[in-house]
């Protein structure tokens, strides 16, 4: 897959998760913006590597091509989310 692919799967993989966790839809707004950036990052990084390191067939669209990204995107948000719920507030 090309790298325009995941970013566009980062992208789609934040706008779900922003709506999951805030319960609205907010395309414009702060949480979005860092949604965006952590899902655009980590799809480009997991397609990257497992491009990169030929873990798998990841050329063409495949299914497995499509998921790797998802997957990827969605731990990073997951895990930037609880990380997120116990910082402190200033």
Known sequence: MSFLSWVAIGL?????????L??????LGRE???DAVIGVSAA?????LFSTYDMTTTTGV???GLVVPIIGA?????TYHSMAKHL???
């Not at 805030?22 to 395309?27: D, I, Q, S, T």
């Not at 480009?44 to 990257?48: C, D, K, Q, R």
């Open 12 to 20: 789609f993989v934040s706008f779900i998760a922003n709506m999951l």
């Open 22 to 27: 805030h319960k609205k839809f907010v395309f």
């Open 32 to 34: 979005y913006a860092v």
């Open 44 to 48: 480009v990084l997991t397609g990257w």
């Open 62 to 64: 495949t299914l497995f």
């Open 74 to 78: 969605a731990l990073a948000l997951i």
């Open 88 to 90: 402190p507030t200033s």
